[in-house]
């Protein structure tokens, strides 16, 4: 049961409340994962700390490493942001095919990373990117890149006392070098039943599969590689589950669809 909703508005409280109350408490950034679980008690925080009030981590600057991007920045100022949309064509088109406008409006990429859906529609458009994740609490902080954040659904190497600060991701990833493709059962409203996210440097083209395995997983070919050398790693790089929304078979074959068409728009 809920015994405290502390109201956050600045970043120096908020590490000093995490510190305190660690495992207990949950943080609440736009809600639109953490009220449905707590709805459908999957999960029972004793505090809650509301940080929808911090506004120095909501917003994209760029910096000397990239493109630093608030953790607490909507899906819908990510879409309409210029700089986004020229040197990180991945994350745009990820953020443009989440939820619906509400949840777009309400959902922030902090709480989307922290989720840790093997679904969530930002994490391979980031992972293809090679963007870092800016972690904080009351005593240090850390970068860690977002192919090693990741532990499991729903798990991450983030500890009791941090919390995700901001994003940092290189630029360079326009239209012709880079993009995202999901598949879902639903046009909108859908979690990704499975995703591809891609960019090419060189001669090496970078895939990012999302939905396809526990965790989102890269894989790392050359651009002109065989059919059959691809699809031996793509499927190496996968192992999609079967539930209600798709076998994994299909999950495969999805995949598989989505890889041959980023190819075919390469060539
Ligand atoms: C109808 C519906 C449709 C959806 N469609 C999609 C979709 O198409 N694609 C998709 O990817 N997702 C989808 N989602 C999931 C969700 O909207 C996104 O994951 C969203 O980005 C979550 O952000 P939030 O700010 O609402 O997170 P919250 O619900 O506030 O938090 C989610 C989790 O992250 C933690 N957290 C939040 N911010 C931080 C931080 N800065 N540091 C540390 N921990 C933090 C919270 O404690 C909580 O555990 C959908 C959800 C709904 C309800």
Not at 134 to 155: A, H, I, N, Q, W
Not at 198 to 213: C, E, M, N, P, V
Not at 239 to 264: C, T
């Amino acid at each position: 049961m809920i015994k405290r909703f502390l109201n956050i508005s600045d970043l120096e409280s908020l590490l000093k409340a995490k510190s305190e109350y660690g495992s207990k408490c949950k943080i609440l950034a736009g809600g639109t994962d953490l009220v449905v679980r707590m709805k459908a008690d999957m999960i029972d925080p004793d505090t809650i700390l509301s940080i929808r009030n911090i506004d120095e981590m909501k917003g994209i600057i760029k910096g000397k490493d990239g493109t630093v991007i608030g953790a607490l920045t909507s899906h819908t100022s990510i879409e309409e942001n210029a700089l986004i949309r020229k040197q990180h064509y991945p994350l745009y088109q990820g953020v443009y095919e989440i939820g619906s406008p509400q949840i777009r409006n309400m959902g922030t990429l902090g709480g989307n990373i922290a989720n840790a859906s093997p679904s969530g529609d930002t994490i391979a458009p980031l992972m293809v990117m090679g963007a870092k994740i800016r972690l904080m609490s009351r005593s240090k902080e850390r970068l860690v890149p977002v192919d090693k954040f990741f532990k499991g659904p729903g798990k991450t190497v983030m500890a009791d006392d941090e919390i995700i600060h901001s994003v940092i991701v290189p630029a360079g990833f326009n239209k012709k070098n880079s993009g995202f493709i999901k598949a879902g059962l639903r046009k909108a409203l859908s979690i990704a039943v499975v995703s591809v996210g891609w960019s090419l440097k060189d001669d090496k083209l970078t895939l990012a599969f999302g939905g396809a395995a526990p965790i989102v997983t890269v894989a790392e070919i050359r651009k002109d590689c065989s059919a059959a050398e691809l699809k031996k790693k793509v499927l190496n790089a996968i192992s999609p589950i079967s539930d209600l929304r798709a076998s994994k078979g299909y999950r495969e074959q999805v995949i598989l669809n989505l890889v041959n068409s980023v190819m075919e728009a390469l060539n």
